[in-house]
């Protein structure tokens, strides 16, 4: 039985983005294959928006980018988390986990 697909939450693709680049360089291709992979098939993020943010995170100084061969003998922008990135996963991770708990509170709670 396939799993269906659940819509991300606005503000979560530069958190998920973030946390992918943290096992190293990688092209907006992969970002896309490795959200779909990790999340087992529960997201499934288009190149439409996966492009944008790569290129929002590089004007931050979060990530930076260059070009070299993919896979299959492509051009292709590579990019890696800079060390303002690793930070900013940290912030962002944070704050992630005190939404999920208090939002885990809020569903229990009777």
Same mark, same amino acid.
Do not use: C, K
């Given at each position: 039985?396939?799993?269906?697909k659940t819509d991300l939450l606005q503000g979560t693709l530069d958190l998920i983005i973030l946390r992918l680049l943290r096992a190293g360089p990688a092209n907006g291709?992969?970002?896309?294959?490795?959200?779909?992979?990790t999340s087992r098939?529960? !997201?499934?993020?288009?190149?439409g928006?996966?492009?944008p943010a790569l290129r929002r995170l590089?004007?931050?100084g979060w990530v930076t980018a260059e070009w070299g061969p993919s896979e299959n003998n492509?051009?292709?922008?590579f990019y890696q988390l800079t060390r303002a990135g690793h930070r900013q996963l940290a912030?962002?991770?944070?704050?992630?986990?005190?939404?999920?708990?208090? !939002?885990?509170?809020?569903?229990?709670?009777?």
């Open positions: 039985m396939p799993t269906p291709w992969d970002v896309t294959q490795a959200i779909q992979a098939g529960a !997201l499934d993020v288009n190149y928006s996966v492009y590089e004007s931050q492509r051009r292709a922008r912030v962002e991770r944070a704050a992630w986990e005190r939404f999920s708990t208090a !939002l885990e509170h809020i569903l229990h709670s009777d």
